[in-house]
C-alpha cells in the first residue's frame, strides 16, 4: 500500500523528536540505537518500543503498523473503536480511538496505518489514545492517517 511521502517525512521527523526527548538515564532503561534498524516502519516506531522497553506512560509518540483486529468498540462512557496494530515482530498495540471526538476509521484487518496518540505502557505492548483532536486545547491532539486520510 503506498502512503503520502509527505506524512512519512513528518511520522520520521517527530520519531527522531520524540526518540530524543525525555530519555531516562542509561541506567534504567535499554538505548535503541536508530542505526540497528533496517526501514522506515522500524525507525518510526523508535519512540514506542523505546517507550515500551522502559515501561513509560503518558508519553506522546507516532508510528505506524498493520491492522491485525477488529475489536468491539467500548460503549462505555465516550464511545472508542478498538483495534489492535502490529507495529514489529514483537509488539503490537491496543488502540481505543474517541469516535466521540473523532470520525471512526474504516478499517480492515491488512490495512496499514500511520499514527499519533499517546501511549501508555502495559506488558502486553501498550495502549496507545489521544489519537484526536484536544477539544479543549489542553492536550497535544493526535490522529490516525489510513489511505491518505486523518482522521482525528
Request: charged share 15%; with cysteine; glycine share 8%.
Amino acid at each position: 500500500m503506498r502512503v503520502d511521502v509527505k506524512y512519512w517525512l513528518i511520522a520520521l521527523g517527530l520519531a527522531f523528536t520524540l526518540f530524543g526527548c525525555n530519555q531516562p538515564s542509561a541506567s534504567d532503561t535499554q538505548q535503541l540505537p536508530i542505526a540497528e534498524h533496517t526501514d522506515l516502519a522500524a525507525v518510526s516506531n523508535a519512540s514506542i518500543q523505546q517507550a515500551f522497553a522502559s515501561k513509560l506512560s503518558d508519553v506522546q509518540v507516532s508510528g505506524t503498523g498493520v491492522v491485525i483486529k477488529l475489536l468491539p468498540d467500548d460503549n462505555k462512557g465516550a464511545k472508542h473503536q478498538k483495534f489492535l496494530v502490529k507495529i514489529n515482530t514483537k509488539q503490537t498495540l491496543l488502540f481505543a480511538h474517541n469516535i466521540d471526538l473523532a470520525p471512526r476509521v474504516p478499517l480492515q484487518v491488512g490495512d496499514t496505518i500511520s499514527f499519533n496518540g499517546e501511549y501508555v505502557y502495559n506488558p502486553k505492548g501498550g495502549v496507545m489514545h489521544w489519537t484526536h483532536h484536544a477539544p479543549k486545547g489542553d492536550h497535544e491532539g493526535g490522529w490516525v492517517m489510513h489511505n491518505n486520510q486523518k482522521y482525528q
